[in-house]
């Protein structure tokens, strides 16, 4: 059962489209995941917004990062609001990193979709001209 080098290359490619295969059907099953269950996907990321004590402290240290002129004028705006006003960019900015996380699973599902045709084409391909040469 002596191989040709043609029939070693093809047999390699089919290889590396499995894993291919392998890798995206990993990261795709991650995107299905993160489309379907986001919330418990981003974990601890929501606990700055369970309350507006949490999140009021997730603006200042956001602002602290970026000078004392940010922090002045960026937190002095979220400690003017009234409760229910603070409620509302609270709910909005939580709703905001959750629709985040649905667009970059959005984006990278249709990336593991193109992979994974790249991958099909490649072992069809390859496996075709490992059958013709093998006859």
């Not at 606990?47 to 997730?58: A, V």
């Not at 990278?108 to 040469?133: E, M, T």
Request: charged share 25%; hydrophobic share 40%; aromatic share 12%.
């Amino acid at each position: 059962m002596k191989k040709t080098i043609l029939q070693i290359y093809a047999l390699l490619s089919c290889f590396i489209a499995l894993i291919i295969f392998m890798f995206t059907i990993s990261f795709t099953i991650g995107y299905l995941f993160d489309l379907q269950f986001t919330e418990t996907r981003l974990g601890s990321s929501l606990i700055p917004y369970k309350s507006n004590e949490r999140f009021l402290r997730l603006q200042e240290s956001k602002h602290e990062k970026h000078g004392p002129e940010s922090k002045s004028k960026k937190y002095n705006d979220f400690s003017n609001l009234s409760e229910k006003e603070l409620t509302t960019r609270r709910q909005e900015a939580r709703n905001d990193l959750i629709m985040e996380k649905k667009l970059d699973a959005k984006a990278g599902l249709f990336s593991s979709l193109s992979w994974l045709l790249i991958g099909v084409v490649i072992f069809l391909i390859h496996w075709r001209l490992y059958n013709s040469i093998k006859e």
